[in-house]
């Protein structure tokens, strides 16, 4: 930016000089003395200086690079490949519609729409929890009872077991031997395992 205003006035004092002071003088044309003096300093070097490479550097060579990068190459950098990294905006394939809630989620995932109901209700189980057993350490199995469900069990289904009972009626996804647990049982052998499934789901 300095050069090129340097270089403007430059050229505005040569005209200067030819188009006034030359009729005045009425002599030879005169030297540029007006550009010398506005010229910068570098540019008064002799001719015959020796070329340097380090008063161009400065003592430093910036990197640049050696050879072209092909074609192919670029376009790699700009478009991926189809079965590497594809950097294209593709219509997705993998969505599927929930068939309870009708939200949009990706295929082999739980439903966001969904399970966001899973983890309210969670969050108001460990809230009750919480509420009722405090933070001590839990030593027995917990037996979650929802509202008018305490008759439907018999004694030994309580037996070992801290009852937290939920004062609002069981959600229709919650099923009843949700969080009963599964794998070998203690009454059979270990060679035999019980397959558990919800039931009672709305």
């Given at each position: 930016?300095?050069?090129?205003?340097?270089?403007?006035?430059?050229?505005?004092?040569?005209?200067?000089?030819?188009?006034?002071?030359?009729?005045?003088?009425?002599?030879?044309?005169?030297?540029?003395?007006?550009?010398?003096?506005?010229q910068p300093h570098q540019q008064l070097i002799e001719k015959d200086a020796t070329f340097?490479?380090?008063?161009?550097?400065?003592?430093?060579?910036?990197?640049?690079?050696?050879?072209?990068?092909?074609?192919?190459?670029?376009?790699?950098?700009?478009?991926?490949?189809?079965?590497?990294?594809?950097?294209?905006?593709?219509?997705?394939?993998?969505?599927?519609?929930?068939?309870?809630?009708?939200?949009?989620?990706?295929?082999?995932?739980?439903?966001?729409?969904?399970?966001?109901?899973?983890?309210?209700?969670?969050?108001?189980?460990?809230?009750?929890?919480?509420?009722?057993?405090?933070?001590?350490?839990?030593?027995?199995?917990?037996?979650?009872?929802?509202?008018?469900?305490?008759?439907?069990?018999?004694?030994?289904?309580?037996?070992?077991?801290?009852?937290?009972?939920?004062?609002?009626?069981?959600?229709?996804?919650?099923?009843?031997?949700?969080?009963?647990?599964?794998?070998?049982?203690?009454?059979?052998?270990?060679?035999?395992?019980?397959?558990?499934?919800?039931?009672?789901?709305g």
């Amino acid at each position: 930016m300095a050069g090129h205003l340097l270089k403007c006035v430059a050229d505005a004092l040569v005209k200067f000089e030819y188009v006034y002071l030359t009729p005045l003088l009425r002599g030879p044309p005169t030297p540029q003395w007006i550009p010398l003096i506005v010229q910068p300093h570098q540019q008064l070097i002799e001719k015959d200086a020796t070329f340097d490479i380090n008063s161009i550097f400065d003592g430093f060579l910036w990197g640049v690079p050696t050879c072209r990068r092909t074609t192919e190459k670029r376009m790699m950098r700009k478009y991926g490949a189809p079965n590497w990294h594809n950097k294209l905006i593709l219509p997705r394939k993998d969505i599927k519609s929930c068939g309870i809630c009708g939200h949009n989620h990706e295929a082999n995932r739980l439903c966001p729409n969904c399970y966001s109901k899973v983890k309210a209700e969670t969050t108001v189980l460990q809230e009750k929890m919480v509420q009722e057993l405090g933070l001590d350490p839990i030593d027995k199995e917990i037996a979650i009872v929802y509202q008018g469900e305490i008759n439907q069990f018999n004694d030994e289904f309580f037996k070992d077991k801290k009852i937290v009972e939920m004062e609002r009626s069981r959600p229709k996804w919650f099923s009843k031997n949700l969080l009963q647990k599964s794998g070998p049982n203690s009454d059979l052998s270990n060679s035999e395992i019980t397959a558990i499934k919800p039931h009672d789901l709305g």
